[in-house]
């Protein structure tokens, strides 16, 4: 099975907020993610998550595979979210395409390559 037309979408938002994420993903029935936890990250001058007394706090990364025509809802549904958070939540997108989405590599239709066997 190889699947096509879907974005891969990161979400990274700050740590304190990522119960609510997945809360809020559970109550408009999205799955299909992961999250990648305690990310430090520079934002811009004076906005750090550095993880240490100077810069408190880390940030996590969401990896959303959407479909491409369900794309501008989710994306519209995450604005409604992110409006409903304190300004100085940090939050940003990146939309990126997918070329192949292969969600059960067991069944998809690739010929296996032994990297082991003498040629």
């Avoid at 699947?3 to 559970?26: C, D, H, P, T, W």
């Avoid at 100085?88 to 969600?103: R, W």
């Amino acid at each position: 099975m190889n699947e096509k037309n879907f974005k891969l979408v990161y979400i990274y938002i700050n740590k304190s907020q990522k119960r609510s994420l997945e809360e809020f993903f559970e109550k408009i029935n999205f799955s299909y993610y992961a999250i990648q936890n305690d990310l430090e990250s520079v934002w811009e001058d004076g906005v750090k998550h550095k993880n240490n007394p100077v810069w408190p706090g880390t940030d996590c990364l969401f990896w959303l595979t959407v479909k491409e025509k369900k794309l501008e809802k989710l994306i519209g549904n995450l604005k409604w979210f992110r409006m409903n958070l304190p300004e100085n939540v940090i939050m940003s997108i990146t939309i990126m395409p997918v070329d192949n989405l292969f969600p059960n590599l067991y069944k998809a239709d690739i010929t296996p390559i032994n990297p082991f066997e003498e040629k």
